[in-house]
């Protein structure tokens, strides 16, 4: 099985800042990587797939970069709405697999 | 509206049995694999099973396999999972999500809660 490490578990930011999310695979996944927001009490919602492309309607402060075993997701100035938990998702096989969340708190 | 909606679940028994049911619209649904995740209480989220778009092919996460059935009615737009033998372990929100073919679930349900408790 694949297993998915992010990192940090928990972020603390202000409103306006940089924030960096990385997720390491324990194999190979090519671009079979995907990021998800999750509010709480709702289901999560897809950010981006493919590790780089954006999902239709979200806000270009998001990005996805990696390939392999290395991915970042970066949200380049944050918004309130942005303070969530993330997820990552190995797509590539079967099992397929999630890190274990990075939550987002304002600082 | 591209949208799914999951219901069946409830509050069971150690050892007991309980039918997921996911209905699906706004999309053809024929031409999606579809999955199941879930999430217990405070936890992330666990892939749970996928199905191809004519059940052509099936896959189970080890925690469930030989308890968990998922299968789908095309002609009713519907996808489901069967689950037998269920633990507390179990206990769960559990997620119908659209698989867009490209690495990525673009379509969640509202999710469903099943509560495993004697």
């Known amino acids: 099985d694949i297993h998915m490490t992010q990192s940090p578990s928990s972020v603390s930011a202000s409103v306006g800042d940089r924030v960096t999310i990385t997720c390491r695979a324990s194999q190979g996944l090519s671009s079979w990587l995907a990021w998800y927001q999750q509010k709480p009490g709702k289901a999560p919602k897809l950010l981006i797939h493919g590790a780089s492309t954006l999902q239709s309607g979200v806000p270009s402060r998001f990005s996805g970069s990696g390939s392999g075993t290395d991915f970042t997701l970066t949200i380049s100035s944050l918004h309130p709405e942005d303070f969530a938990t993330y997820y990552c998702h190995q797509a590539s096989s079967f099992p397929y697999t999630f890190g274990q969340g990075t939550k987002l708190e304002i600082k | 509206e591209v949208q799914v909606v999951e219901s069946g679940g409830g509050l069971v028994k150690p050892g007991g049995s309980l039918r997921l049911s996911c209905a699906a619209s706004g999309f053809i649904f024929t031409n999606y694999i579809m999955n199941w995740v879930r999430q217990a209480p405070g936890k992330g989220l666990e892939w749970v099973s996928s199905?191809?778009?004519?059940?052509?092919?099936?896959y189970y996460a080890d925690s469930v396999k030989g308890r968990f059935t998922i299968s789908r009615d095309n002609a009713k737009n519907s996808l489901y999972l069967q689950m037998n033998s269920l633990r507390a372990e179990d206990t769960s929100v559990y997620y119908c999500?659209?698989?867009?073919?490209?690495?990525?679930?673009?379509?969640w349900g509202q999710g469903t809660m099943v509560t495993v408790s004697s």
């Open positions: 199905i191809g778009s004519d059940s052509n092919y099936i």
């Open positions: 999500t659209r698989d867009m073919g490209a690495g990525g679930f673009d379509v």
